[in-house]
């Protein structure tokens, strides 16, 4: 059994959505992968686009715009719209630079991703950031998708992470 899987089965079982951008369902895929991934994965959204972002996954708008949608608070907004779209306890995003964008000031590729629970009525948010110098286009999404899923198993392992009731 994955790690993953035991995590999120252990008591109480918790349920996980997926939203995506650099990352263009390699997260999704990662985490199917696992037979019996059913019993917790609930399903997940590539959000490509800024209205889509907005649309789906409840972004906002303005800082969407001011960051071209690559910021630790977009990802967090993007992990807590998937557990609202999908009913799920707890929600995972990635959104990034998967080539340099000179353009909008990002020099070599980097992303950022966020784990969001919730926490009563409201939601508790980890994110953070991961860069990846000299990587293509294809091999960023590969890494950065592993970084993801690193942080999602690293915050289940932690006590705390039982208590998203």
Not at 59 to 69: F, I, K, P, S, Y
Not at 128 to 153: I, N, S, W, Y
Request: hydrophobic content about 50%.
């Amino acid at each position: 059994m994955s790690e993953l899987k035991a995590l999120m089965l252990a008591d109480p079982a918790l349920t996980l959505a997926v939203a995506e951008s650099l990352t263009s369902g390699h997260l999704q895929a990662r985490i199917g992968a696992v037979s019996g991934a059913s019993a917790y994965f609930l399903g997940g959204v590539t959000a490509y686009t800024l209205e889509q972002k907005v649309n789906l996954l409840g972004v906002d708008r303005a800082e969407a715009e001011r960051t071209n949608c690559v910021s630790a608070r977009v990802a967090e907004q993007m992990a807590r719209g998937a557990c609202v779209l999908f009913g799920s306890r707890l929600g995972v995003a990635t959104t990034g630079y998967a080539e340099p964008a000179p353009a909008f000031g990002a020099m070599v590729p980097h992303a950022f991703w966020a784990v969001a629970w919730r926490q009563g009525g409201d939601f508790g948010v980890l994110s953070g950031r991961a860069e990846f110098p000299g990587l293509g286009r294809v091999d960023v999404q590969k890494a950065m998708t592993e970084a993801a899923h690193a942080a999602l198993v690293g915050f289940l392992r932690e006590p705390a992470a039982r208590y998203t009731t």
